[in-house]
């Protein structure tokens, strides 16, 4: 709810429509996905701006039984939650497409995420990797709002839990755990630098990479990106 209130994706929706039909990928595969992410919110700007919204494929290491609430049809007729297992550091060879992570990429350690991006450049499958958290000031200063969403928010969150309300407003654990867990994650995030360095190693001919980062969302914040698609793919679909 946060995401789609703050528009904190927003910045990088129009690139990441582009490099999907840039690279001809009609499925999307999201590690990490947690209870969803931005994805419900991307749909929608893609079809408001004329794109043709994937089939997203939302994993995770431990599947969350959440499903999405309030989704117009197209969203959720494109959204789907696997129940299986899916670790982002070794995805099965059958889970195909487009790979998709959104602010989970710093929870892997540098060898790791490294041998993410290696295998996705060995198996010519594309990437995209996306970044809210860093050590950036402004984006610092953003985690004290992270509380006051938690106050706001929290009691139009579907479905309706009391427990909810309890350790939000009487026992205010739920934005001690969001702040410092936003906290933690900004320390532990790539650098733009730390990410040329670790895509410069990679062997991987006819794979191109790119890195940069974005800003526009309601919140100061800028989002770190990182691209990684066949060149082959990015070639064809031009022509």
Known sequence: MVLDVTKTYEPIAHLLRIRLEECGSERVLDLCSGA???????LRHFEEHGGKPPEVLLTDKYPCATKFHNLDSAAEDRLHFLSDSVDATQIPEHLQGFRTLFSSFHHLNPEEA??????SAEKRQPIGVFEVPSLRSLTLLSLLFVPIAAWLLVPFRRPFSWSRLLWNYVIPVIPFVLFFDGLISCLRAYSLRELREMTRGIDADGYSWEIGERSGGLLPVRITYLFGCPQSASAESAD
Request: no cysteine; proline share 15%.
């Open 36 to 42: 969803g992410g931005p994805w419900p919110a991307l």
């Open 114 to 119: 490294r041998g993410l991006l290696q295998d």
